[in-house]
């Protein structure tokens, strides 16, 4: 499930400046070791940590090598990815330097069946104020409706509608 903080927040530019507004994010726990993901595919896959390790290690320095050679690489059961840069455009020819580089940047894109994964993921909505305190929550999956946790298997409401867990 993917867990997703709604905090209400007064926008700062744009046509509704100083105006209140639900503004949604995901919710990161935190970030897993290395080692955390190594113990966790050992016991998947049976494999010794130590032979994992290696492996892990060996990818992730060819990923690299041959991303920063100008390769698209595929990142396993994951997508790929690729390094690419933003730049200055100039008219003539003898003003083109790398100095024009103005970001390096990693462009990754998922896999199929990693989009597939997410699209099918079910999402917690936890709605807070702008004073930090729950007004709201909403689970649903990826349908579009809205699941009422009071009376499971009502078929939800239209995502528009309500139908949450606080009376509201």
Do not use: W
């Given at each position: 499930?993917?867990?997703?903080?709604?905090q209400e927040r007064k926008l700062m530019v744009g046509p509704k400046?100083?105006?209140y507004m639900y503004q949604m994010t995901p919710e990161t726990y935190s970030?897993?070791?290395?080692?955390?993901?190594?113990?966790e595919a050992s016991l998947r896959s049976g494999i010794q940590k130590g032979a994992l390790k290696a492996a892990y290690d060996a990818i992730g320095h060819t990923i690299k090598a041959w991303g920063t050679e100008g390769h698209s690489v595929v990142v396993p059961g994951?997508?790929?990815?690729?390094f690419a840069v933003?730049?200055?455009a100039v008219e003539d020819v003898n003003l083109v330097a790398s100095s024009l580089i103005t970001t390096r940047k990693?462009?990754?894109?998922?896999?199929?069946?990693?989009?597939k994964a997410l699209k099918e993921a079910a999402i917690s909505i936890t709605c807070y104020d702008r004073n930090g305190n729950v007004?709201?929550?909403?689970?649903?999956?990826?349908?579009?409706?809205?699941e009422d946790?009071?009376?499971?298997?009502?078929?939800?409401?239209?995502?528009?509608?309500?139908?949450?867990?606080?009376?509201?």
């Open positions: 499930m993917i867990k997703i903080k709604a400046a100083g105006t970030t897993l070791t290395e080692e955390k993901v190594i113990e994951l997508g790929t990815m690729r933003n730049s200055k990693i462009i990754f894109t998922p896999s199929v069946d990693v989009k007004v709201k929550r909403v689970n649903s999956g990826d349908s579009g409706e809205i946790p009071e009376n499971p298997g009502s078929g939800g409401e239209d995502a528009s509608g309500g139908g949450d867990d606080l009376g509201q």
